[in-house]
Every structure is written in structure tokens, then in C-alpha cells.
């Protein structure tokens, strides 16, 4: 199915039975986020909301809730796409293959842009930002949020449609001190090519261009989250997987998507910044409020029958969480041919993706020697953190698939046992402090800035993980109550966090006493230090965010018999990291029980969501 429009794609969901229509009137501020978190949590369809108070403009959320819906919306192309950027990444790929791979080149060439003359659909009518569904998805959002922007930018010094960089960067359209309708907020993280393109304006003294396209062909949303290989223009990509070619305009210096449904137009001056956020982000808490670029808005362009999409985003899964999905999917091998004796990576979805890597490697250095210990996994570890937009990961635990050849980063309790079983902590950590986390990470008490920790294990286990709580566990100052949280994990529930100083001696007093006491935790290598152990227990997910979205690893983590050795850290005991909230800590998502329960009431009888929520 060839899309020429969101409506299209929006009708054609319809017509399959995967979209919902909400033809009551909703609030853009915190009841249409409500709706859209609850319909995906239930696995729901799309949502097409026909009538957005203080607006003309219908929007249009989940349409990548599910991987299967965005396998529908792909349908035609998905496979030769999947070849196409599997050839970018490793051409020699051809000549294992050469005729499931002979029709890749002519794609890639008719994906190519086209550059438009005349009117196009876009430039049907202009409106003002404030014309625009104002969603305000938190409680404490700083205003209201375009969630799916394709931002647009171009380098100032090779100009031109080849050598733009398409980004879904996060657009605050109102709050804080923005100039209605005339300012917005353009919030981009480290390691964007955005800021390679504003860098280089800089220099020259001029205004960076920017476009924000907001809907068109899902083709085009989806070409602006994905990481593709060096030399493979986002444009192309969106118009191999739409079937169409990418289509814009140039317009007073700035470029149209001739087939988006939004266009909003504007510049970034040198060194204009104004507060943007605070904003719910993807790892679980907010992202607070910091300086970020102004855009100075020239121009607000719509189609006729413009649909406004948008997603929530929040504590995983949700809707980017199929995107992800989708993205491993289509790139499958890739990353491997990139680094040698890589097998798998697993940026873990369930940590908020950035903070926690899971990956697979070969350990084929001494392979004439009968002790184990790691010497390549730590080659290929430096790789990963150098590498693109996991080099913003925090924790990376890696194994060695000769330990175990039918072992997979995807299948995550059993990596994590895996490890746990294997881990020498005096031999097997090693750290990077003083180095730059994601932007969205407020585990450290400085943007942009952290530290970070490799933990590799090779080997036989050495232990077999503990499945009840020990026994004569003693009298632990401050441990107010424990639980076993997972095979060879103690959560030990502490007072609140106040201070470092504090919390170091607090910690160093409990693994005192452990390391004195006949207790025998060689089965429980790790023990965290938490705010509530039952949550932490709870679920292997809720585990998995508390422990590696709080921690910093050269500030939170400790050990029993601790030592430094010719500036290498470990610890002969059980490791002890410190998850509890922090006061630099961003504070965690919550929803608005009023709002929920005018939610509840379109999942009554009678009610559009009925059967649905």
C-alpha cells in the first residue's frame, strides 16, 4: 500500500480494522495522553480524535502501537527495505546473494528526493501555533508538546536536500517564556546531527534553518528515528519505505515536505536559548527544565483535512517502544558487521534504552588458555561506547556466547542470570567516570555528564543464584526490610537518601557487618539498596528501571570488602548499588486521578473507547 498522506494511511487503518474513531469532545491538556497510555496499555488500535477542544484539527495517536500495525502500515515494502539498509551496512551482503539482492539499487535510486515547483499540498492554508492541538501530556509539563516532529536541517556547508539531517527532536509549542505564537522550544540531545548543522551556523555567524514537518506519510515519521548506516540519507530511506518519493520545496530559505500534513518554519539564532521543559520523557521521570535553542517561528504551513499526530511518551513500553522494535527488525544484523565479535546488542527498553545495554560477544583471544577471563569483551565493549548512540549508554553488561551458544540478549532474565552466575566482581568492572551520559539521565547531578561501567564475565558459573532468602541474615542498622528480587538479588529497603557523605557511611556499615558475619552470600552477587523493596521485587521490569535509570555508576555503587588495587575497583563480596530516589534525581511520572476517571467514562457503556479500555 502506497501512502500519499497521513489521511490516507489514517483510512486505511480504518477500513482494517486498526483505528478507533473518539467523536466526543476531548481536552488536549492531560486527558487525550490519558486516553492514548490507556488504549496501549490494553493493546488498543489506533485513535483518531475528531474533536480536540481549542482546535480545527483532528489528531491521530498509536499508529506505531503495536509491531503488527506497523508491519500493516509497511506492508509492501518492509522486506526490500530490510535489504537495502542491510546492503548499506555490508555490501559484500550481494555477493552471497546476488538475486534476492538485484532489485535493491533500482529502489534506492527511484527513493531518491524530488524537488517540487509550483503549489503543493502543504501550502493549502497557514494558521498560527496557537491553531494547533495544545497537548500537554504530565501534570508538570512545561506546556505543550509537538511529540512527533521530522525536524529538518541542513549543513551550512554542503547545502542541499542529500546532506540534510532529518531528527525527532521534542517541540514545546507553549509555556515558560516563550512568545506565543512567535517562539518555540527546540530541545535536542548529545550526539545529534542537528547540532553538528547548528555548530557549523554558528561559526559563520548565520540563523540555522530549521523546517518541523509533523504528519505526511508514516514513512516519513518513521525515517526520523532511524539509525542508518553512514551515507544512507533519512530522505531516501522514507521514500524506499513509503514506495514514493520524498517530495519538497524550497520557500524563503526554507524547505517544505510538499506531502506533510504541518509545516512549521523558522530560525535558530546564535546563542539565543530560553528555559525549555520540564517534559515526561521516555526514561520513566521528567526531564527538567534547561536552556535549550530558541526558534524564532516564520511560518506555520497545513494540507486541507490536516491531521495532527502525536504520541505519549513515558515509563516503557510504549509506542517507541514498537518503534524500536521495528528498527531491529529492519536493520537485523547490521551493527555486528560494524564491530567484529559482536553477536547481539540489546539497548533494554525496560531501563528507559540508554541506560542499560545487554550485548553478546566472541572471546577468542587465548583460546589456548585454560583460565577464563575477559580480554576481547572488553575490546569490543570500547567499541559499543564509541559507537553512534550507544556510546550514551551508562551500564553495559556483556557475556561471551561460547559460554553458551544458544544465549540471547533478547531473552533478558536469563541474560541477566547468565551474568550474575559468572560475575567476579574483584576482576570484572570497569569504569569510565567524568564521561557524558544521555541528556535525559538525571542520575547524575549534572546534565550531560556521568560516569559509566563495563561488567564482562566469561567462564563457568561460579555460583548457583539463590532462590529463597538466606537464612540469619542479621541485624543490619538502617535495613528496615529486605526481599529477594530476583535469583541472587537482596533489595533492602533503607531510609530515604539524604546526601553522599551520609550514604556512604550508612552502606559501608551494612557491608561491614556482612563481611564480619558467618553469612555465606556467594549466591546473592548483588544487593540493592532501595526506597521500597516490594516494588523492587515486583517484576523483573520494575527492577530493571529502578536499578539502572537511579544509578550513577561511579557515585551509587559500593561493595562488601571493597578495594582498590593499582587504580582498578572491586569487591570480594556481593556488589551494593544504591537505587533510591536522590534529590538530583528527576521526579517519576504520575498520572491525574481526575483525569483518569473522565477516561473511564468513554470506556463506559456507550462511550467510544467501550470494549477498548
Known sequence: MIYKSLEQCVNDLEKNGHLVRVKEEVDPHLQMASIHLRVHEAGGPAILFENVKGSKFPAVSNLFGSLDRSRFIFRSTLDLVKKMVQLKGDPMIVLKSPLAHASVPFVAFKALPKKLKGRTPVEYANCEISDLPQIHHWPMDGGAYV????????????PGAMNSNLGMYRIQLSGNDYIPNKEIGLHYQIHRGIGVHQTKANALGKPLHVSIFVGGPPSHTFAAVMPLPEGLSELTFAGALGRRRFRYKNVNG??????????????VYPGENKPEGPFGDHLGYYSLKHDFPLMKVDQVYHRKNAIWPFTVVGRPPQEDTSFGNLIHEITGDIIP??????????????????PLLFALGSERYTPYYELKQPAELLTIANHILGFGQMSLAKFLWIAAKEDNTSLSVNRKEEFFSHMLERVNWERDLHFQTKTTIDTLDYSSEDLNAGSKVVIAAVGKPIRSLGKEMPPNIPNLPKVNAISLAFPGVLAF????FSNYEKAQSEIQAVSGILSASDLNLNDYPLILICDDDQFVAKSFANLIWSTFTRANPSHDIYGVDEFVEFKHWGCKGPLIIDIRMKPHNAPYLEL????????????????????II
Open 147 to 158: 511529540t512527533l516532529p521530522i525536524v529538518y536541517t541542513e549543513d551550512a556547508d554542503k
Open 254 to 267: 526554507h524547505v517544505l515536505s510538499a506531502d506533510a500534513d504541518f509545516v512549521i518554519t523558522g530560525k
Open 337 to 354: 558487521t560494524e564491530i567484529p565479535g559482536l553477536h547481539e546488542v540489546n539497548a533494554v527498553d525496560e531501563a528507559g534504552v540508554h
Open 493 to 496: 529497603r533503607m531510609p530515604a
Open 592 to 611: 491525574d486521578p481526575e483525569v483518569e476517571k473522565s477516561v473511564d467514562e468513554l470506556g463506559a457503556k456507550g462511550g467510544s473507547l467501550h470494549g
